[in-house]
């Protein structure tokens, strides 16, 4: 986007400066060039750049601080022959990982007053009589181990609710399992099912944790291009990664971040070629009760073929909107089961038996708890989407999730990193370049905004983004 811009002046400890007129705005760590749009006025443009400005200016001073203390550190050292300090081998997988973009737009958010859409969290406390429940366990229930597998009441718990709302026979003693958060679902079982060398299909975007735990698990993995504005796969891109070799594919449905909801064609293209192949689903089915327009879920362990060779995980912190709970619900075919139940086993043991106790009661409750949150979010989805359009933002379908996106490029914007660098400091408003859910040959013209926020959140976010040049 080309941005008009006109001089002004400056004052910075009692001397002028007149910063010049440009097209561009370059800048580096230790220099930031301010620019007035034309007809905006000066004296809040300056507000706003100084405050800009005191952020960049406190973060170098804060990096300079740190620098100069390492420095003092090794001159002691050398000065006195102390050996130097020497990072030992760690595990590659890990030590390559970069901070995740939701770590660095959160900072950029708070340095900057931003609005943040980035994270996917509401900002409700989530419904009281579940926490209520968790509180009065917690004080007068039972606070030692719980039974690895789960309480027997909230396994129970979890074979109704999918009886009751996606037809499934689950036996609650042999067939159903609780982790702590569905991600530690997620790694026990790909250490479970996975000898290193195998293959894994994994379908791009995708959530951030997904190929850290498939390599560590030493899985090999293959990628799946989902591209807007449908994030629709085909037989062509299955049979392009399918083969002999593959051992596990790691399915998400409703799918994060494209908000897209796979029905029974896409399901049973999926099931062929699980079944054809002789293939392991894990299902990251978390966000199955955040479906909206009258949709209703399919899990894949549903399928033909796909009973005895699909993991199911759900999720109470999405369930409640209670994320920082992480329980996870984990369901799948006694034969599986046995060898997920030795990965938990060693990685967490068991959960909060608490938290157990509060969602064995959530799980019960009447069909209005579940239509009413949905309808609340369809809402919050509805408002927010109206008036990115209002804005003139180009908005792609979302029907389940938190979570809506927007399509820059007929905006005239080719790198989403870029964009929501820019956004997070002016207007303002804190999302998520789409493209680092890529692992390879990314998507760079989408932005992820969450909707889950009170009105005035959202309200406030539009407001700002009125403000963006366009």
């Keep these: 986007m080309a941005l008009n811009v006109r001089p002004f002046r400056l004052q910075l400890r009692g001397q002028p400066r007149h910063w010049p007129s440009t097209g561009a705005a370059p800048c580096s760590r230790f220099t930031s060039w301010l620019f007035a749009p034309q007809g905006t006025n000066d004296s809040a443009h300056l507000k706003q750049a100084a405050q800009a400005l005191a952020s960049r200016v406190n973060t170098f001073l804060r990096r300079r601080a740190a620098l100069r203390a390492l420095a003092q550190g090794l001159s002691f050292a050398l000065d006195r022959g102390l050996p130097l300090p020497r990072v030992p081998p760690v595990n590659r997988v890990f030590s390559a990982l970069s901070t995740t973009i939701f770590d660095t737009m959160s900072r950029l958010a708070r340095e900057h007053g931003a609005v943040n859409l980035g994270q996917g969290f509401p900002d409700d406390p989530g419904p009281l009589d579940v926490r209520q429940k968790a509180a009065d366990a917690v004080v007068n229930g039972w606070n030692q181990y719980p039974p690895m597998m789960g309480l027997p009441e909230l396994r129970q718990a979890v074979a109704a609710h999918y009886k009751r709302f996606q037809s499934l026979d689950l036996d609650p003693d042999s067939e159903v399992m609780i982790t702590s958060g569905a991600t530690e679902a997620l790694a026990g079982a790909l250490m479970a099912l996975i000898e290193p060398g195998d293959e894994v299909v994994l379908f791009q975007p995708m959530y951030d944790a997904y190929l850290p735990l498939v390599r560590r698990a030493g899985g090999v993995p293959k990628f799946v291009k989902l591209k807007p504005p449908h994030w629709r796969f085909t037989e062509d891109d299955l049979a392009a990664v399918f083969s002999d070799r593959t051992k596990v594919v790691l399915f998400n449905n409703p799918l994060n971040p494209a908000g897209v909801v796979y029905g029974a064609e896409d399901l049973a293209l999926l099931a062929r070629f699980c079944v054809r192949h002789d293939v392991i689903a894990v299902c990251d089915e978390v966000w199955e009760h955040v479906i909206f327009d009258g949709l209703a879920h ?104 938190y979570f809506v996106n927007v399509d820059i490029a007929p905006l005239g914007e080719t790198d989403d990193a870029a964009f929501c660098q820019r956004l997070v400091a002016d207007p303002g408003v804190a999302a998520i370049p789409v493209s680092a859910f890529y692992a390879e040959d990314a998507v760079k013209t989408v932005v992820r905004f969450c909707f889950a926020k009170k009105d005035e959140t959202l309200d406030a976010a539009l407001d700002r983004l009125a403000r963006l040049p366009r």
């Design 298 to 401: 399919r899990p894949l362990i549903a399928e033909e073929g796909m009973r005895e060779r699909t993991v199911k995980i759900g999720s109470a912190g999405k369930i409640f909107s209670l994320t920082g709970w992480k329980v996870g619900l984990v369901a799948a075919a006694p034969g599986l089961m046995k060898v997920l139940s030795k990965a938990h086993q060693f990685i967490t043991f068991t959960t909060p038996p608490n938290l157990q106790s509060a969602v064995a009661y959530g799980l019960g409750k009447e069909d209005a708890y579940y239509t009413d949150m949905r309808a609340a979010f369809q809402r919050s989805r509805d408002r927010f989407v109206a008036g990115l359009e209002t804005l003139g933002f180009p908005v792609l379908s979302s029907t389940g999730t």
